[in-house]
Every structure is written in C-alpha cells, then in structure tokens.
C-alpha cells in the first residue's frame, strides 16, 4: 500500500515549472536547487566511494586508483553525456512554443540515441581502460586496481547515459524534483551498497580486489535503477502533453538533427575540457610518480572537495540552459535579460562564501580523507592537497560564470560558439601552458611538490580568467540577435489542436 501512495503521488503530482511566467528569481530558485540537490547527491555517493574503499577496504592506494579515474571518467562519460544538453535544449524550447508533437519526437529520439551512445562507449572502454590508464602514466603501483575499477565502471555506462539524458529531458519540461528523488533513492542504495559489497567481498570472503568489485558492482546497480526511475517518471508526466510511451520509441530524424545540432557541439566543448582534465592528471601522475602515491592521494581528496563547490555554482549554469530556452520559445525577452544577472549574481555570492569557507577549514576537510597525517605519505598527501586546494576552491566561482556564459548561449540556440571558446581557451592556453611552460620550465626544476602543484593547477584559473572576459563580450551580443529574431518571429506559440498531446484530451498548464 505505501508504495502504491508513493507512486500515486508521483503520477498526479505537477513538479515541472512554467519557467516563462511570474517571478522568475523564485522560479529560477525552485528549479535550480534541486539540480544543487541532485549533484551534491551524486558527489556524496563518490565520496562515500572514496572513504568506503580507504577505511573498510584497502586504504590510501584503492583510494587513490578510485580517484585516479575521475578525470578520465569525464573524459569519455561526460563528454558523450554533454550531448544531452541538445535534449534539455530542444525540449524546453518545444514546451516553450507549446509544440507538443516535435518534444514528444525528441524526447523518444533522445533516449534511443542515449542508449546507442552509452552501449557503444561501454565496449569500448571496457577493453581500452588499461591501455588509457599506461597512456596517463598512472602509477604502477595502483595500476591494476585503476584498471579493475575503470572496467566495471564501464559496465554501467549505458544506464547512466540514459538516466542523463532523461534527466535533461525533464528539466527541459521545467522538472528538476523528480531527478532529485531518482537520485536520492538510488543514492540510499548505493552507500548501503558500497559498505555490504565491500564488506563481504573484501572482509568476509576475502576476495582479491574485493573492495573495488564491490564499489564498482554497487555503482552500477544504482545506475540501472536510475536508468528505469527517470523512464517512469517520463512516462508519468502530468498532462501526458510530452511524456514516454514504447510504443513512439523511434528515432524521428529532424529531431534528432536538432538535438545533435545543439548537443553535439556541447559534447566537444566537454570533451576538450576533459583531455585538458586528462593531461593535467598526467601530469600530476608523474609528480606522484617522482615523490610517491601520497600526491595522487591529497589531489584526490582536493578535487572530490572542490566538486561539491563546484557542483553548486555549476547548477545555476546547467539551469540557465532550460531556464532561457524556455523564454525564448515563449519570446520572454525581459525573463531573458533577468535570468543571466539572476544566475550571476548568485554564482559571485555563493562562490565567495564557499570558496572561502573551503580555504579556512582546509585541514579538517582534507582530514576526512587522510587518516594518518603523522607519517611521510599522509604528509606528502596533506601538503598536496592543501596546495591544489586553496587555488581551485578560491577560483571555482571563475569556472561557473564561464559556464553561465557557455549555458546562455546554448539556451539561445547558439552551440558552436562556446565551442570555440573552448577550443580557444582550453586547447591553445591551457595546453600551451602545460606542455609549454609546466612540462619544461616548472616540472624538472628544484621547487618543492607543493609549488609545483600550485604551478600546474593555475592553468585552470587562467583559463576561466580569459574564456570569461571572452563571454562578457559574446553575451550581450547573441542575447540583442535573439531580441530581434523574438521581435521578427510570428507568434506560433498558440496551441492547435495538431498540438494537443495523443490522447491527454488537455492542453499544457503552461
């Protein structure tokens, strides 16, 4: 009987926002913070990741191989689950404009295109993971269990491509609760199922390697059940006007055109942020490799940190995508002017009091993760992570305006030019000042490990420094050519019947 309550409710409950009408700043508050919600969930269950394998598993090292894959694993995740955002995009503007028949299509054609993506990228992965591992001059010592935990990661990777892409969809109808609960549930699960796995595997049946079996196992447990949560809730939308039905699985191809057109382009940009992410781990492996695991150890603790930073300020820039999506359908041009100063002005408040915050309790946070401080290697581990930390924790709330700018223009319909930015600021800069002035000014001269760490991470700040003034120039320009395609554009935006969703017998509340 509980059960059939929690569904019920979940079925007649309207959790999507109409995002183009009343007071925006409210609006833009319910909407985004569950997506703060949701990604903090999901760092919590690395985190939990991370300190199940240290305390209950085998300590520093599996910690240090779980945490070694995570600029990899965005690398080639990330990368493919960036194209989502042609999903989120496409959806919002069609509820926007209240054409019911092309969201339905991209909703169906986004979830097949996920699936096709994620199966591929998963077999892939699956048999390439230690040849990147050796390619990234991972430490040998926490090699094999790099390898181990990477490859049943992969296992997973169609699942948590279609709960992205259905997660995307959702809030493209103004939904981020539903996400959030998906997440909450599967979340519960996922703790409770890294401490029994790795409990049994490792502890009680002594199994090799039981520690990263089992997280990896609970990992991808918890992103199949994802996977069919996100399903039913699109299945279960409130009036049924763009909602998941098998039987319009199909891939519609302008649709599909459109979600690509507007995806794909974010999917490079997040894919040549990630190689960067990959070299500078490179990077930082090979001072691991020259002063011991106890770098890769506080660089692990630092960057999972940072996330939950990182993880807040980013919600406003992914919530900006739907949020001015939306008002351009509905041709909202002054919720289109507030909801760029809205998502700025929070961004610059948020991130000076977290950033502060995370540089003042330093210790007892990077003491979370590093239990024995006393000997050389907790040492090395603290004085590693400090370093990193106190940089990227004061600078995050660069990052997060940079992608408030590249968000904006994706919500208007212009995808390729943060690509370019990116291309601009992340390829030639920050490579440039990696393998330029790091990989043979910094790298072999006499400064101690932790310069050299602050000396490497500062190409992200510098980065986000130039691709930000880039922006503050490239917004207000795009944003004056949507108020003159809004003012030349016919008022479509009234529903007809051939709008009406199949078989709800009602219009939108929208």
């Known amino acids: ?111 097949l295109l996920s699936l096709m993506i994620g199966v591929m990228v998963a077999i892939i992965g699956y048999f390439l993971a230690p040849t990147i591992l050796v390619w990234m001059q991972t430490p040998e010592s926490i090699l094999p269990l790099a390898s181990l935990y990477l490859r049943i990661y992969f296992l997973g990777v169609p699942f948590l491509m279609l709960y992205n892409f259905g997660a995307a969809i959702l809030r493209g109808l103004g939904d981020s609760f539903r996400s959030l609960v998906v997440l909450f549930l599967c979340g519960i699960i996922n703790v409770g199922g890294n401490l029994a796995l790795v409990y049994l595997f490792y502890r009680v049946l002594h199994i090799e390697n039981g520690d990263i079996i089992g997280v990896g196992l609970s990992t991808v447990i918890c992103e199949l059940l994802q996977a069919l949560l996100v399903i039913y809730f699109l299945a279960h939308t409130h009036d049924k006007s763009i909602s998941f039905s098998f039987s319009k699985l199909k891939i519609a191809k302008k649709e599909t055109k459109e979600v690509l057109a507007n995806g794909l382009p974010s999917g490079l940009e997040a894919f040549i942020f990630a190689i960067t992410n990959v070299v500078i781990q490179s990077q930082a492996n090979r001072l691991s490799s020259l002063y011991g695991n106890g770098v890769v150890v506080g660089l692990t603790a630092s960057d999972n940190i940072e996330g939950y930073i990182f993880a807040i300020l980013e ?90 700018g590249s968000g904006y223009l994706r919500g208007l319909g212009h995808p390729v030019a943060p690509t370019l930015v990116t291309l601009l600021c992340a390829v030639l800069f920050r490579l440039g000042y990696v393998f330029g002035i790091f990989n043979t000014l910094i790298f072999p001269s006499s400064l101690d490990v932790s310069s050299k760490i602050l000396l490497l991470y500062a190409s992200y700040p510098l980065c986000w420094v130039l691709a930000s003034i880039i922006y503050a120039f490239m917004v207000p320009h795009y944003m004056k050519k949507a108020f003159r395609m809004i003012d030349e554009r016919p008022n479509d935006n009234v529903p007809t019947s051939d709008n009406k969703a199949e078989g709800s017998g009602e219009t939108p509340h929208c």
Request: proline share 1%; aromatic share 6%.
């Open 315 to 404: 919600a406003f820039a992914v919530g900006i995508v739907a949020v001015v999506a939306q008002n351009l359908g509905a041709k909202n041009k002054e919720n289109l002017k507030k909801s760029l100063l809205y998502s700025i002005g929070s961004i610059v408040v948020i991130g000076i009091i977290l950033g502060g915050g995370a540089a003042l309790l330093h210790d007892s946070l990077l003491g979370l993760y590093i239990s024995d401080t006393s000997s050389a290697e907790g040492t090395l581990a603290m004085a590693s992570g400090t370093a990193r930390l106190l940089l990227m924790g004061l600078t995050y709330v660069l990052c997060a305006l940079m992608d408030c």
């Open 1 to 111: 009987m509980p059960i059939r309550g929690i569904s019920k409710y979940f079925q007649t409950r309207d959790s999507s926002i109409d995002l183009t009408k009343g007071n925006l700043f409210k609006k833009m508050l319910l909407f985004i913070v569950p997506v703060v919600l949701a990604s903090l969930l999901q760092l919590l269950y690395t985190t939990a990741d991370l300190l199940v394998v240290n305390y209950v598993g085998g300590g520093g090292d599996s910690m240090a191989a779980v945490g070694d894959n995570g600029s990899l694993i965005n690398l080639v995740v990330v990368s493919f689950v960036s194209i989502s955002v042609g999903a989120n995009v496409v959806v919002a503007d069609a509820k926007g404009s209240l054409d019911f028949s092309r969201g339905n299509k991209a909703l169906h054609s986004s979830l």
